[in-house]
């Protein structure tokens, strides 16, 4: 497996080795002592999996976990293909405001990792998108927050050869700039005191 450093700081793209043959494939998204020794610590305790299917144009995001209490995300594709976004939303990270495009299949099975405090956003590539989340935790519903996809001065690559469907919630988030200005977003100190 290797491991590549992200645009926005503390967050990680894991490439496995896929074993393939004439009965199908073998993969391991995520392995341990590649992560430990990328970040020098363990996988984050393990709160909630959960899977999205998305079909093709789908756009999610950009979610975040009100911090605290924060959460630990590390993401695949397992089925489909999406354009995977991590944005960096943590006031006084010193990549605020940068953001990086993956793209995360079912052929390769690249990971991400998310540290406590980014957003998080995807777009569907093809119909039966299916992405894995591993949590550091559980789902509640008025900790869960979003900003503005579509927001401009974020100009986030969404493909021009789709037209985006958004859920309510999405279509309602504020930009960037809204959310700061709201005190909404993280703060950097303290998801790294969280980290």
Same mark, same amino acid.
């Given at each position: 497996?290797r491991?590549?450093?992200?645009a926005?700081?503390?967050?990680?793209?894991?490439?496995?080795?896929?074993?393939?043959?004439?009965?199908?494939?073998?993969?391991?998204?995520?392995?341990?002592?590649?992560?430990?020794?990328?970040?020098?610590?363990?996988?984050?305790? *393990?709160?909630?999996?959960s899977?999205?299917?998305?079909?093709?144009?789908?756009?999610r995001?950009?979610?975040?976990?009100?911090?605290?209490?924060?959460?630990?995300?590390? %993401?695949?594709? %397992?089925?489909?293909?999406?354009?995977?976004?991590?944005?960096?939303?943590?006031?006084?990270?010193?990549t605020?405001?940068?953001?990086? %495009?993956?793209?995360?299949?079912?052929?390769?099975?690249?990971s991400?990792?998310?540290?406590?405090?980014?957003g998080?956003a995807?777009? $569907?590539r093809?119909d039966?998108?299916?992405?894995?989340?591993?949590?550091s935790?559980?789902?509640?519903?008025?900790?869960?927050? $979003?900003?503005? *996809?579509?927001?401009?001065?974020?100009?986030?690559?969404?493909?021009?050869?789709?037209?985006?469907?958004?859920?309510?919630?999405?279509? $309602?988030?504020?930009?960037?700039?809204e959310?700061?200005?709201?005190?909404?977003?993280?703060?950097?100190?303290?998801?790294?005191?969280?980290?």
């Amino acid at each position: 497996m290797r491991a590549r450093e992200l645009a926005v700081d503390g967050a990680f793209e894991f490439t496995p080795r896929v074993f393939g043959d004439d009965r199908g494939l073998f993969v391991s998204p995520f392995q341990e002592p590649v992560f430990a020794e990328t970040l020098g610590r363990p996988l984050f305790p *393990v709160r909630q999996t959960s899977y999205s299917k998305s079909r093709r144009g789908t756009v999610r995001g950009i979610h975040y976990t009100a911090t605290p209490p924060g959460a630990h995300k590390y %993401v695949c594709c %397992v089925q489909g293909k999406a354009l995977d976004i991590v944005v960096d939303i943590r006031v006084g990270s010193p990549t605020f405001g940068r953001y990086e %495009v993956l793209e995360l299949d079912a052929e390769n099975f690249r990971s991400a990792y998310f540290p406590v405090g980014v957003g998080h956003a995807f777009v $569907a590539r093809t119909d039966d998108t299916m992405m894995s989340y591993t949590l550091s935790a559980s789902y509640v519903p008025e900790n869960e927050l $979003a900003i503005a *996809v579509l927001d401009p001065e974020l100009a986030l690559p969404i493909p021009d050869d789709l037209d985006p469907i958004l859920s309510e919630r999405d279509r $309602a988030a504020p930009s960037l700039a809204e959310a700061k200005s709201a005190g909404l977003l993280p703060e950097y100190e303290c998801c790294t005191e969280i980290e």
